[in-house]
């Protein structure tokens, strides 16, 4: 079993940034890929970006890429999203989510057996 807990959301301009965590409870942290995921009022929820267990590879959705990135600490439990030139259409509730098996489907909601409550962002214009 794995506790997920993000923070660091909140309310920024559009052009500013924001550094999101997701502490994660367990002794097998490391053996998880990793992704976050986001949804908007009346949207679906949607696949940002995703790490593997080793952080060696990282994936991103196309609208986040060259803004967004994501990491991970293992030896803290923890990953992060470090969201650059922020827009208003990134405003979403964002969640973290924990795959065992680290399948080649990082983008997709099934892939993953682990979630996060979510954490508010707002980008005004």
């Known amino acids: 079993q794995v506790q997920l807990v993000e923070s660091g959301g909140g309310l920024v301009q559009a052009g500013g940034s924001l550094r999101l965590s997701c502490a994660a409870s367990?002794?097998?942290?490391?053996?998880?890929?990793m992704g976050w995921f986001r949804q908007a009022p009346g949207k679906e929820r949607e696949f940002v970006a995703a790490?593997?267990?080793?952080?060696?590879?990282?994936y991103y959705a196309a609208s986040v890429k060259g803004r967004f990135t994501i990491s991970r600490d293992n030896a803290k439990n923890t990953i992060y999203l470090q969201m650059n030139t922020l827009k208003p259409e990134d405003t979403a509730v964002y969640c973290c989510?924990?795959?065992?098996?680290?399948?080649?489907?990082?983008?997709?909601?099934?892939?993953?057996?682990?979630w996060g409550q979510g954490t508010q962002v707002t980008v005004s214009s």
């Open positions: 989510a924990a795959d065992r098996s680290g399948s080649r489907y990082y983008d997709s909601i099934l892939s993953y057996d682990y």
């Open positions: 790490i593997s267990w080793s952080g060696g590879s990282a």
């Open positions: 367990g002794r097998t942290f490391s053996n998880y890929a």
